[in-house]
């Protein structure tokens, strides 16, 4: 049997680094910035006012008090975007709204509230520091620096000063075209009714849910019935659009393996993995194409994909420190797990103020196809190989999700 991480390596492996190429800014949120991005402006661009109010010299307003104001006369009238700024005389205000350009001639900025608001003539209530109220150009970036280091993960902030830079574009790691197969005669899709041996279909929704999160585009195909031709008839034309195929069930050692018996020989390898659930995964490349293939119940979906698939797509993506976070906390029931394999329990943590270490307790059984279970959980619990049995009270392993 192969180890969580070796598989996880190879899955990791397989899926490699996508490459870079310039997206429009609104398509590259949480993606990870593939070059560094140098400031073709400086931020601010120029010397602006931080307030409105008016624009002075700070000498000219040097004797200003609540009793006795000093009066200016307004030459202009500065809003924000104005480009043709006038120098400011000697005895004089202008106008300035928050943004707009500092005239040449001012030091400092009175805000409005310190004053009557005059349009033609202002009554100025108080002395100024000068600069006060002036924001100076490439305080935030200099111009020619680097705003964003590649690497960077793409969120609000980092494409906001993206924009203000001057950037329409990023060099970002392209997320992959995901292909997402579900096999399985017995499948129905809602709302179809249903018959007796028939169920509905959850992996596919589940995949591409936990796919789109991480920035992938995927399409799926939700039904395909244990038939090797119709498996590939269904799947082989749809390669050529998909950077990575993943698919479930028709992998165990059952007698209708849809997944293991088309891919066998066509480049796609199987193997048992130390874990419970997710046992039987397979990996490989089927036309070039790479292809991940999950087991069927729905529970060993999920954990295959916090297992493999996650950080081997975020992997690819360029992020680091994939690793869900792990805390240590003490159970409140006995678990058994089988010797050998890693057991991952759904289960719920808890921690509250005071306490050193926090609570879990499992959500459902261990049956791989307690999926509503697995809705109530908050994270996994992690039993190691050479466990059998973790008591009551003992120190566990939980992965937050
Ligand atoms: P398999 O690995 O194909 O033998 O499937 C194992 C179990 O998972 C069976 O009970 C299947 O009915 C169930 N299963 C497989 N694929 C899906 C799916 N896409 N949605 C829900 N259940 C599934
Ligand atoms: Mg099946």
């Given at each position: 049997?192969?180890?969580?991480?070796?598989?996880?390596?190879?899955?990791?492996?397989?899926?490699?680094?996508?490459?870079?190429?310039?997206?429009?800014?609104?398509?590259?949120?949480?993606?990870?910035?593939?070059?560094?991005?140098?400031?073709?402006?400086?931020?601010?661009?120029?010397?602006?006012?931080?307030?409105?109010?008016?624009?002075?010299?700070?000498?000219?307003?040097?004797?200003?008090?609540?009793?006795?104001?000093?009066?200016?006369?307004?030459?202009?009238?500065?809003?924000?975007?104005?480009?043709?700024?006038?120098?400011?005389?000697?005895?004089?205000?202008?106008?300035?709204?928050?943004?707009?350009?500092?005239?040449?001639?001012?030091?400092?900025?009175?805000?409005?509230?310190?004053?009557?608001?005059?349009?033609?003539?202002?009554?100025?209530?108080?002395?100024?520091?000068?600069?006060?109220?002036?924001?100076?150009?490439?305080?935030?970036?200099?111009?020619?620096?680097?705003?964003?280091?590649?690497?960077?993960?793409?969120?609000?902030?980092?494409?906001?000063?993206?924009?203000?830079?001057?950037?329409?574009?990023?060099?970002?790691?392209?997320?992959?075209?995901?292909?997402v197969?579900s096999?399985g005669?017995e499948l129905v899709l809602p709302p179809?009714?249903l018959?007796?041996?028939q169920i509905y279909e959850s992996n596919s929704v589940m995949l591409v849910a936990g796919l789109r999160a991480l920035?992938c585009?995927v399409?799926s195909?939700r039904s395909?019935?244990?038939?090797?031709?119709?498996?590939?008839?269904?799947?082989?034309?749809?390669?050529?659009?998909?950077?990575?195929?993943v698919?479930s069930g028709?992998?165990?050692?059952?007698?209708?393996?849809?997944?293991?018996?088309?891919?066998?020989?066509?480049?796609?390898?199987?193997?048992?993995?130390?874990m419970q659930p997710g046992?039987?995964?397979?990996?490989?490349?089927?036309?070039?194409?790479?292809?991940?293939?999950l087991p069927g119940n729905p529970v060993s979906v999920l954990v295959s994909f916090e297992a493999f698939l996650r950080?081997?797509?975020?992997?690819?993506?360029?992020?680091?420190?994939?690793?869900r976070q792990h805390v240590?906390a003490?159970l409140t029931e006995?678990l058994?797990s089988?010797?050998?394999?890693?057991q991952f329990r759904r289960g719920y943590y808890t921690h509250?103020?005071?306490?050193?270490?926090g609570l879990v307790g499992p959500r459902g059984g261990p049956g791989s196809h307690l999926l509503a279970a697995f809705t109530q959980a908050n994270c996994l619990i992690v039993l190691?190989?050479?466990?059998?049995?973790?008591?009551?009270?003992?120190?566990v392993d939980v992965l937050l999700l």
């Open positions: 049997m192969i180890s969580v991480e070796e598989h996880r390596a190879t899955v990791t492996e397989l899926l490699g680094t996508r490459p870079a190429a310039e997206l429009p800014l609104a398509d590259c949120a949480g993606l990870v910035l593939a070059k560094d991005v140098h400031a073709s402006v400086s931020l601010p661009p120029f010397d602006n006012s931080a307030m409105d109010g008016y624009a002075v010299r700070s000498v000219d307003v040097a004797e200003a008090t609540e009793d006795s104001p000093v009066e200016l006369p307004v030459r202009e009238d500065i809003p924000a975007g104005r480009t043709d700024v006038p120098v400011l005389l000697p005895g004089t205000a202008h106008r300035i709204m928050t943004g707009a350009p500092l005239p040449q001639g001012a030091d400092s900025i009175v805000m409005v509230e310190r004053t009557d608001a005059g349009a033609e003539r202002v009554r100025i209530f108080t002395s100024t520091a000068p600069g006060s109220h002036i924001r100076r150009t490439g305080e935030d970036v200099g111009v020619g620096m680097v705003a964003l280091s590649a690497g960077t993960v793409l969120g609000p902030a980092q494409l906001g000063l993206a924009s203000a830079v001057g950037m329409d574009r990023l060099a970002v790691h392209v997320p992959p075209r995901v292909l197969v096999t005669t179809q009714e018959r007796h041996g920035g585009r399409e195909v395909v019935a244990d038939d090797v031709d119709q498996f590939r008839a269904a799947i082989e034309p749809r390669l050529a659009d998909a950077d990575l195929v698919t028709g992998v165990s050692a059952g007698a209708y393996e849809v997944v293991k018996d088309a891919l066998t020989g066509a480049g796609v390898r199987f193997a048992k993995i130390a046992g039987p995964q397979g990996y490989g490349r089927w036309n070039g194409v790479p292809v991940v293939t950080p081997a797509v975020l992997t690819s993506l360029g992020h680091t420190g994939v690793d240590r003490r006995t058994e089988p010797k050998g394999r890693r509250s103020a005071g306490q050193v270490t190691p190989e050479d466990v059998t049995e973790a008591p009551e009270g003992s120190e």
